[in-house]
């Protein structure tokens, strides 16, 4: 046997990686699947679902299919036909529902079989059957879907950045984006890893900028300036808190750009349980009243989809969102295999973690704080679920419309305001 010092810290007798199975999973019967089917979930663009055709969905591991019927009502049933099995996604829209291409039996929004084609009578007893259904309701240009236990759906939230519309100001909910116009942007990895990137703005001041050049369109002139990104002071500017629904951070920064520096404060908010407060990032107007939500809505374990509504009255809000980073100039479908790997951005990190991150295998570090807040709030609505009680966030008929922390304040205006409290 050598002398020589053994070496310590190699990766021989690594127990398996694991990942944290009640925040991940969202099947039916999951933990954290229970938890999000006590929310109304986003389901479809308002604007994008017309009463042409069914499309095919998939939501908390289910396979279902959301459709306008000829009176203008929007609903979800099951994909499978409650006759044989046939998909609905190849079924006919007409007036009062959608009716199955394989023996014409059709059925309402609410799932009721108002007929069935090929029996007498239309079918004698076709109150029997009912395809499987869940409500929905329409609000700021999008179709939201509530999957949870009948006797527990809450009131449909309302939020103070998307209430009572400006003149000239419409909702904008539709990705321009192909094949994500009415049932959401999908992404190949696990909605975690797209949420808590949300409040992981650390990321912005080494991937969006000191590893890959500037990402973000307008940085020094509409948007941030270059200071804004610099990693070496990135931990003193930032703070972090609980709000009444979720988590926001507050990151500090001067505008230099004229003689008189200007110091501001961006706050970005996330409420439970999968909403993200996202201010407009290209064109930066301190103090201005927030405008968008988005939502990170579970697909399966290893999927998710992006919705979101803006008011606005200039379409160029959605394209600052969704084409407002770019990777060596370029918007991602326009990139080499080697310009990916050179200039990676947001997918590249997020998509590398894996289908669902080795959470057994994170060291995790003061400047994760802000995801370790979010996972430890979503532990804890997960627990009130499996508890019997009501997770946070859940609104209650009645409840006060929910006020959004996020935007681009003057740290003068923030002093006022906590003095004038």
């Known amino acids: 046997m050598s002398d020589t010092a053994i070496d310590t810290g190699t990766g021989h007798g690594r127990p398996r990686p694991t990942h944290h199975a009640r925040l991940t999973e969202v099947g039916p019967g999951t933990p954290m699947g229970g938890a999000l089917r006590r929310y109304w979930q986003p389901i479809a663009s308002s604007a994008a679902l017309t009463s042409d055709v069914p499309h095919r969905t998939r939501i908390l591991g289910e396979d279902l299919i959301v459709f306008r019927d000829g009176q203008g009502r929007p609903g979800v049933v099951f994909e ?18 959608i009716r199955c291409c394989y023996h014409g039996w059709k059925f309402d929004v609410q799932g009721h079989c108002v007929e069935q084609a090929c029996e007498a009578g239309g079918g004698l007893r076709r109150h029997l059957a009912r395809q499987p ?15 949870g236990p009948p006797e527990r759906k809450p009131a449909l939230p309302r939020w103070d950045c998307l209430e009572h519309l400006q003149e000239g100001e419409t909702y904008h909910s539709t990705w321009p984006i192909p094949g994500s116009e009415v049932t959401g942007a999908v992404g190949d990895f696990n909605w975690l890893q797209a949420y808590e990137n949300a409040v992981d703005p650390v990321h912005a001041a080494w991937l969006h ?26 931990a003193d500017r930032l703070t ?3 709000t009444d629904y979720g988590v926001k951070y507050v990151q500090a920064y001067q505008d230099d750009a004229d003689q008189e520096p ?11 349980p999968n909403v993200i407060a996202l201010p407009d990032f290209v064109n930066v107007i301190p103090d201005a009243p927030h405008d968008m939500l988005i939502w990170v809505v579970p697909v399966d374990d290893t999927h998710h989809r992006a919705f979101f509504s803006a008011r606005a009255s200039d379409p160029g809000r959605v394209a600052r969102l969704a084409l407002g980073i770019k990777q060596n100039g370029k918007f991602p479908w326009e990139l080499s295999p080697e310009e990916s790997r050179r200039f990676p951005g947001d997918f590249e990190a997020q998509r590398s973690q894996g289908d669902i991150t080795q959470h057994s295998e994170e060291t995790l570090a003061p400047s994760d704080r802000g995801v370790v807040m979010l996972r430890r709030m979503l532990r804890t609505m997960v627990d009130d679920v499996e508890s019997g ?11 006060e419309i929910r006020r959004v922390e996020s935007g681009v304040f003057t740290a003068a205006r923030t002093e006022a305001a906590t003095a004038g409290a």
């Open 389 to 399: 009680r009501d997770p946070l966030g859940v609104h209650a008929a009645g409840e």
């Open 80 to 97: 499978r036909c409650a006759h044989r099995g046939s998909s609905l996604y190849y079924g006919r829209i007409e007036e009062d529902g």
């Open 133 to 147: 259904w869940y409500p929905v309701e329409e609000r700021y240009g999008l179709v939201f879907v509530y999957m």
């Open 262 to 272: 200007v110091d501001l404060e961006w706050r970005v908010e996330v409420q439970l």
């Open 240 to 242: 972090y808190a609980r």
């Open 209 to 234: 900028s000191a590893h890959s050049g500037y990402q973000f369109e307008g940085v020094g002139t509409t948007g941030f300036p270059e200071s804004y990104f610099d990693h070496r002071t990135i």
